[in-house]
């Protein structure tokens, strides 16, 4: 199978609907594979959702938006990135997402004391969906694509992530109907955390096919991502952290890793049309340095005749 990744995260997204519609208790709406506080240490005490939130769908009509979507970008990312790389990406970005989801909305709850951040379910494809543009655009971050032209590449995550955050308002502002809150209410927050993870994934962690680890260069930096009016803040700021992270002994394998050597050329041999420009180009050195020692002839003979006539005048 050319694309086993790509096709096996369409099964897996199938599979956790199908054991969610069957296993969910007809009270529980959001699922039994979604990440919520009462799921994790409350209520039903199920870990598993850390891993299976950001792939699962409680409903029919969120996959028929994903799958295409998902399967579309992974394999365009698969071929480059590697079948075992892109598990260990989606796999970090949407659990890192979850866990740092999990976390927010618990402080949100010691902060508010209000039960909705206890009950709220969360789970979708969205941040597993931003990773991928990551990785989609990081060898060629400033080319355009023809499906839009006048967009570099390197702001499809944060165009997506915009998009999902404003269904995640909609869903928010939308309480009427709490299937639709419960479909667009996580889009955003695992959008723009799946999108951060997945670099940060691709930056540090990922086994390149060279034997080396991450991507550290300026061409994959944080502020790629960003606007060009934000990396006056970004930037040094990024950099200081990352010196500081640095300073603390982390990353110690990137700062030892050998600089990449600049190709070397070296000469065509047995090439005609090389051999006839060489052979042009030292015809017209010789008569250049002809013709500047002709002329430094003359300039002496001058000199000798000027010398010869005043020795006559004395």
């Known amino acids: 199978m050319r694309l086993p990744v790509s096709v096996g995260l369409v099964l897996c997204m199938l599979l956790l609907w199908f054991i ?11 699922g039994v594979l979604a990440l919520s506080v009462a799921d994790v240490i409350l209520r039903h005490i199920r870990p598993w959702v850390y891993v299976t939130a950001g792939f699962y769908h409680p409903y029919i009509m969120q996959l ?9 970008l992974a394999k365009r990312v698969e071929p480059d990135l590697g079948a075992i790389n892109l598990v260990r990406l989606l796999v970090f970005a949407n659990t890192a ?3 740092v989801l999990f976390v927010n909305l618990f402080v949100l709850y010691i902060v508010f004391r209000d039960p909705i951040y206890l009950e709220a379910n969360f789970s979708g494809f969205t941040g597993g969906i931003t990773a991928l543009l990551v990785a989609y655009m990081k060898p060629t971050p400033y080319a355009a694509a023809p499906l839009f032209p006048g967009v570099q590449l390197r702001y499809y995550p944060l165009v997506a992530s915009g998009v999902f955050s404003f269904c995640s308002i909609f869903g928010l502002a939308f309480s009427a109907g709490p299937a639709v ?29 060279d034997q ?6 300026d061409e994959f930096a944080l502020i790629v991502l960003l ?14 952290c990352f010196s500081v992270v640095k300073l603390c002994g982390f990353f110690k394998k990137r700062a030892a890793q050998k600089p990449k050597m600049l190709p070397i050329l070296t000469e065509i041999k047995n090439d005609p049309i090389a ?16 013709k ?10 001058s000199l000798l005749s000027v010398e010869v006539r005043d020795d006559g005048v004395e």
């Open 20 to 30: 969610g519609a069957v296993f969910t208790p007809e009270g529980e709406k959001g």
């Open 64 to 72: 028929l938006f994903v799958l295409p979507l998902g399967f579309g």
């Open 97 to 99: 997402a979850a866990l």
């Open 181 to 209: 809150s419960i479909m667009l209410v996580s889009a955003g927050p695992f959008s723009v955390l799946g999108g951060f993870f997945g670099w940060y994934y691709l930056r540090f962690l990922n086994k390149n096919r």
């Open 212 to 217: 080396t680890v991450g991507d550290v260069s």
């Open 227 to 240: 606007p060009d009016f934000s990396k006056p803040v970004i930037g040094p700021l990024a950099n200081f």
């Open 275 to 290: 051999e006839r420009r060489k052979a042009r180009a030292m015809k017209a050195l010789d008569e250049k340095l002809a």
């Open 292 to 301: 500047l020692a002709h002329a430094r002839d003359d300039s002496g003979s």
